[in-house]
């Protein structure tokens, strides 16, 4: 069981791992290919993302090419929103600290599991949106190269 003095901390430290692991999950889902140019005559490996005409080109070599361009756009897109709530979780958790250290040592721990299940909800909300707009995004990107 978890101390009552870290009750309220586990919560953040669950949504910080569960975060975490589907987050690299995702990742080892979809690598990307590093694109090889000449430059000056020597070979350089590029693993940036390329920018033609506004439009970016990802080439995935990954597991996900098994399940198609689509499946990929989208785990892609739900990565990139999982590492932003992996930051904002880790603020959270640095700030928790930092509060709990400053509060005087005679004082009873806080009760507040609830909140901090809220406070994690809450702060999920601007990855949802990103992964809900990037989706739209994707699927128009895609209708346009794939048909």
Known sequence: RTP?????YSVLVLNMALVDVVAATLSLSTVTRGVVYRSGGKNIVDCRLRSIDGTLFVIFVGPCK????????????????LCAQSCVSLIIAFSFRLWMLS????????????????????????????????????????RKFHG
Do not use: D, E, Y
């Open 66 to 81: 098994i399940a198609g361009a689509r499946f990929c756009h989208l785990m892609l897109s739900f990565n990139v929103a």
């Open 103 to 142: 509060r005087a040592s005679n004082q009873p721990p806080p009760q507040i599991r609830g909140r901090m299940w809220l406070l994690v909800l809450c702060s999920s909300a601007p990855s949802i949106i990103a992964l809900v707009s990037s989706r739209g995004t994707n699927s128009l990107m895609l």
């Open 4 to 8: 009552k003095v870290l009750n309220s």
